[in-house]
């Protein structure tokens, strides 16, 4: 028996080689690059303060003073108070502020990146990147994909705390001169959630992941798409379960392989910048003494975007070539998908030049 994930490995690397390097196109890897970097993503208003400073007007609650009294005068009353109560209101505003800022960008993103998942499908399987085209024909499949993103990540939580709840009330017991057996308990319930709460994530993203294409090649929707994809693992489980095992063993090495390449290209480029900085930082002390920072911070800057610009560039290959092997995987496993590599990535020279002319 043929075991697809395998076979998919070397028509993965074939593709990829084709798509990055025949011919080789900077502005290919830029776009791609750019894609794989979008997918991977109470009471502050012191009210209790101006409530008691009302309160000085009410000659019942302060009856030492008698009806005379101007509570404006009390020796006691601060006005500083007040200010401290303000700034403290407009403090806890703005932290709530942001955090609903940083939770709106967090769904934004998810929905970016739920769209750039067809974009690069489409991009890797057609070997054309039409960025703004492709986002633009996603955005509707993009969305449902979306809200099954956010259902599964609330299912994913759901799970977890009907695991971790039982754990809970055992581990808040009363636990003696035990304590240190509940403590190793405690470690080794959380490895073990963690562990059970990733394997959870793993499987439905990687349904999901192939209902992708599904959903692109058949023109149907993301949900009926996963159906598709779950009727065929009870025909076919067997190639899903070696596929998992061996996805998780490629991506390890993948993985590997990766970060040799982003160390090097950290230190190609990281040397250069210490050294113009420091050059530059040597030369600016002779002229602006003390005010080096108004030209280093810009440049700084400007080093930093290059610098994360030249990781994403060394790490799309990686990307580029795990998801070739997603999509080489489905096209044996579900042929029903009917992913149009013959109309794209593998098309050979001569009828692309029949194409062109």
Not at 4 to 30: Q, S
Not at 137 to 142: A, D, E, T, V, Y
Not at 195 to 212: C, K, N, Q, Y
Not at 269 to 277: A, G, K, M, R, V
Request: aromatic share 14%; glycine share 8%; with cysteine.
């Amino acid at each position: 028996m043929d075991w697809y994930v395998i076979d998919a490995v070397g028509v993965a690397y074939e593709r990829t080689k084709r798509c990055l390097f025949e011919p080789f196109d900077l502005w290919k890897w830029v776009k791609l690059a750019m894609i794989l970097m979008l997918i991977g993503g109470g009471s502050g208003y012191g009210g209790n303060s101006f409530n008691s400073f009302n309160s000085f007007s009410d000659t019942d609650t302060y009856p030492a003073y008698g009806p005379d009294h101007d509570p404006g005068y009390d020796s006691e009353f601060d006005p500083f108070d007040l200010i401290e109560d303000a700034a403290s209101a407009v403090s806890s505003s703005a932290v709530l502020a942001i955090i609903a800022l940083i939770f709106l960008l967090v769904i934004v993103f998810m929905y970016i990146s739920s769209v750039m998942e067809f974009v690069l499908v489409e991009s890797l399987v057609s070997n054309n990147v039409k960025f703004w085209e492709y986002t633009r024909r996603f955005l509707g499949k993009g969305f449902h994909l979306f809200l099954i993103r956010i259902a599964t990540l609330l299912l994913s939580l759901l799970v977890l705390a009907v695991i971790v709840l039982p754990f809970i009330f055992i581990n808040g017991m009363p636990s003696g001169d035990h304590l240190w057996l509940s403590l190793i308990g405690g470690i080794m319930m959380i490895v073990f959630l963690l562990i059970v709460f990733v394997l959870i994530a793993s499987v439905l993203g990687s349904f999901i992941g192939m209902s992708i294409p599904v959903a692109m090649y058949r023109n149907i929707g993301v949900v009926s798409a996963i159906l598709e994809v779950l009727r065929k693992f009870k025909l076919d489980w067997q190639q899903i379960i070696v596929y998992w095992v061996g996805r998780a063993v490629l991506g390890i090495i993948v993985g590997i392989v990766a970060l040799i390449a982003v160390m090097l290209a950290l230190l190609v480029t990281l040397i250069p910048f210490l050294i113009l900085d420091l050059i530059v930082y040597f030369l600016l002390s002779l002229v602006l003494s003390g005010s080096e920072w108004i030209v280093l911070v810009p440049l700084v800057l400007v080093e930093v975007i290059l610098f994360i610009i030249a990781m994403a560039l060394v790490s799309m290959p990686f990307g580029a070539f795990l998801k070739y092997h997603m999509l080489s995987f489905m096209e044996k496993w579900y042929p029903e998908a009917g992913i149009p590599f013959g109309q794209g990535i593998d098309i050979n020279i001569e009828q692309a030049a029949v194409s062109s002319t």
